[in-house]
Structures are given as C-alpha cells and as structure tokens.
C-alpha cells in the first residue's frame, strides 16, 4: 500500500524539515523526487541521504516567487524524470503579527512565496499534468486558514489562500484526471521551530518548547514524518478517491481544546 513506483514527483522546499520528510518518505516508496529549493547545502544533504537509502533524488534550483526560476526548474524536472505525476506545494516562510503591527514589506514577502509560490508552481506543472492526463497536486496548507491564530495575520491570510486555490484547482481540473488537496497541521517540530525558540526565548527554550507542545491535546508537536506519511497516502493511487479536500493533523487542536 501507498506506493508511488514508476512515478516522478516534485516537492518545494524539499530539502529541510517537513518537506525533507516527504522527499525522503516518497523516494522510500519508489518515487524519484525533485527538490525544489534555494538552500543548496540542505538539499543536498537530503538528495545524498536518499541515494544512500537506495532512492533516486534530484536537486533543482527554485525561487518559487520567481516565475522564470520555477519553469526553469520544472522544465529541468521534467526532463530528467521523462514525467510529473504529483506536486507537493510545501514551501513556505511565517511571520509573527496583527493586522496593525504587520508591515507592508512582510505582508507582501509572505504572500509572494505562500501564495503566489504555488500559483507560479501549479502554472507550471498543471499543463504538463493534463497533457499526461492525469496527476496529484497536495498543498501544504496549515490549521491557520481554518481557524484563528493570535499573532499570525499575513501567515494566515496567505494559508487562506492556499485553502481556496486548493478547491479551485481541484474543480477546474478534475476533469483531466487531477486531484487536488491539502493538508493543515498545527505546530510540527522542525528546524525552523528550534530557531525560533534560540531567536526569542534565548534563556528559556526548555520551557517555550513545553508550552508550545503543550497547546496540541496530545501533549506534544507533530514529527515531520508524521506529515510525510499523510503526503504519501494522498498522493498515492490508494487515495485515487479523494480530491477537493484538506486534512487537519493537528493533536486533537481543532476539536479538543478546552
């Protein structure tokens, strides 16, 4: 089950914490991954560590708000794989603030990669997916798009947007044999969160770190694994049912807070 052999699949940000999951856990299962990136160093850890579990990785340069860069690295995709059979629109960057503390500048960084970085990715690949006739598209939304998050204004105003163009590609395309989802988690314990916490809470990031996991009724953050084993399935012809939707993988977050 959840196998994706003989099949090419293309994953933004793919070199670090949720995105390395996926890569890793898609190669495991027989697909060749292209890493969409711009940190090459990350990347090409992940594309070694994959080569020495036996999988077949490729590093792709991308600055997924630049348009030239995305089909530049799509076309070079591919190319190499001979097919794209699943895109996985997991790249993204956050940012802390109300709709009065947020600056113009942050509101528009955040949404030219949240937003406008899958839009540009979905403009690339779509075409050659119907040309194929067929193809999975799974976008990293986030519980911010679904409910209210203190702080997290432009964050979740751009995860909103993911939510919808979700819907819309999977209308528009379903008819070509594409689906489309997306997956919301609440907090997931990766790099950038570890960062965060040295960056902000210097003198007490044992105590941050419990807070923070403490929020989710399970008791802890979600492992990036844990997402990636989700992101298999729905990309997998064993969900060959499903489109139009997004699935919250949140400890309990949405339903069972106090």
Do not use: W
């Not at 076309?75 to 997991?90: C, E, K, M, T, Y």
């Not at 976008?139 to 993911?162: C, H, P």
């Not at 989802?181 to 950038?192: G, L, Q």
């Not at 084993?229 to 939707?245: G, K, N």
């Amino acid at each position: 089950m959840f196998r994706l052999d003989q099949k090419a699949a293309l994953v933004t940000g793919g070199g670090s914490g949720i995105g390395r999951a996926i890569s890793e856990t898609f190669a495991s299962a027989g697909a060749s991954v292209g890493i969409l990136d711009l940190d090459e160093a990350a990347s090409g850890e992940t594309v070694a560590a994959i080569a020495a579990a036996g999988g077949r990785a490729e590093f792709f340069p991308c600055d997924i708000s630049d348009k030239d860069s995305v089909e530049g690295a799509v076309s070079a995709a591919a190319a190499s794989f001979g097919r794209i059979d699943a895109l996985v629109n997991n790249a993204g960057i956050a940012n802390i603030g109300t709709a009065t503390t947020t600056s113009e500048e942050d509101f528009d960084r955040v949404f030219r990669v949240n937003a406008k970085g899958v839009f540009l990715c979905l403009q690339a690949v779509l075409p050659r997916m119907v040309e194929a006739g067929g193809g999975v598209v799974l976008n990293m939304s986030s519980i911010a798009a679904v409910t209210g998050l203190k702080d997290r204004f432009a964050y979740s105003a751009s995860k909103g947007a993911v939510h919808t163009m979700t819907l819309s590609v999977a209308a528009d395309y379903i008819a070509h044999g594409i689906r489309c989802n997306a997956i919301c988690p609440a907090r997931v314990h990766t790099p950038f969160v570890d960062g965060y916490l040295a960056r902000n809470y210097p003198d007490n990031r044992e105590e941050m770190f419990e807070k923070l996991s403490k929020v989710q009724p399970i008791g802890r953050m979600a492992r990036p694994d844990e997402i990636a084993r989700l992101a298999l399935y729905l990309c997998s012809d064993d969900a060959s049912y499903i489109t139009a939707q997004t699935y919250e993988i949140d400890g309990g977050y949405m339903n069972l807070r106090p």
